[in-house]
T-cell receptor
Framework: AQSVTQLDSQVPVFEEAPVELRCNYS??????LFWYVQYPNQGLQLLLK??????LVKGINGFEAEFNKSQTSFHLRKPSVHISDTAEYFC??????????????FGKGTKLSVIP | DTGVSQNPRHKITKRGQNVTFRCDPI?????LYWYRQTLGQGPEFLTY????????KSRLLSDRFSAERPKGSFSTLEIQRTEQGDSAMYLC??????????????FGPGTRLTVL
């Protein structure tokens, strides 16, 4: 079975500073990796995804992530954060369930607070 | 393309009542997923449809829960005899099947259920 660990439950960072949100996964098969963002009382918005190809993935709002197979990690980074980045971020892994679906297994989330 | 929509956005009910939620996926998306998110946790998979066929159900989906996707379009999730432990955000996601790998799921805004 696969699992996702988000190492930090809360990350405070000053505006315009860089940020890294950490994500590690465990799976014995090929994985596909995603980062979603959730604003209060809303659904999840896709930030970026790794399906195949280049291990450095660029997403929306200036975010990027790097897939590292040897370290089983998929950390999310942004060089300069904005107040509007304050939200909860979820890392997720998808594997073939064998029934045709690629259900997502999520981490517990990291709350990013950007301090003015 | 209006995205995934869910109704109602909020539902308050008394313990023992039945509730039904609706999800309208992105048009032409043939896959539909339901997830449940409790406070402080990431979403957890409940069930999956490919067109109108329900192909997978989580062990979280007790016999009080039932989901349908008639004609492969919108989907409904019904909870019978609600319990306080059913209080959560219920999220729907849709996707287009992709050959040889994971699909990308797009989430709706969710239905927040409160059971008193």
């Amino acid at each position: 079975a696969q699992s996702v660990t988000q190492l930090d439950s809360q990350v405070p960072v000053f505006e315009e500073a860089p940020v890294e949100l950490r994500c590690n996964y465990s799976s014995s098969v090929s994985v596909y990796l995603f980062w979603y963002v959730q604003y209060p009382n809303q659904g999840l918005q896709l930030l970026l995804k790794y399906l195949s190809g280049s291990t450095l993935v660029k997403g929306i709002n200036g975010f990027e992530a790097e897939f590292n197979k040897s370290q089983t990690s998929f950390h999310l980074r942004k060089p300069s954060v904005h107040i509007s980045d304050t939200a909860e971020y979820f890392c997720a892994v998808a594997v073939d369930s064998g029934a045709g679906s690629y259900q997502l297994t999520f981490g517990k989330g990291t709350k990013l607070s950007v301090i003015p | 393309d209006t995205g995934v929509s869910q109704n109602p956005r909020h539902k308050i009910t008394k313990r023992g009542q039945n509730v039904t939620f609706r999800c309208d996926p992105i048009s032409e998306h043939n896959r539909l997923y339901w997830y449940r998110q409790t406070l402080g946790q990431g979403p957890e998979f409940l069930t999956y449809f490919q067109n109108e066929a329900q192909l997978e159900k989580s062990r979280l989906l007790s016999d009080r829960f039932s989901a349908e996707r008639p004609k492969g379009s919108f989907s409904t999730l019904e909870i019978q005899r609600t319990e306080q432990g059913d209080s959560a955000m219920y999220l729907c996601a849709s996707s287009l099947a992709r050959k040889g790998g994971a699909d990308t799921q797009y989430f709706g805004p969710g239905t927040r259920l409160t059971v008193l």
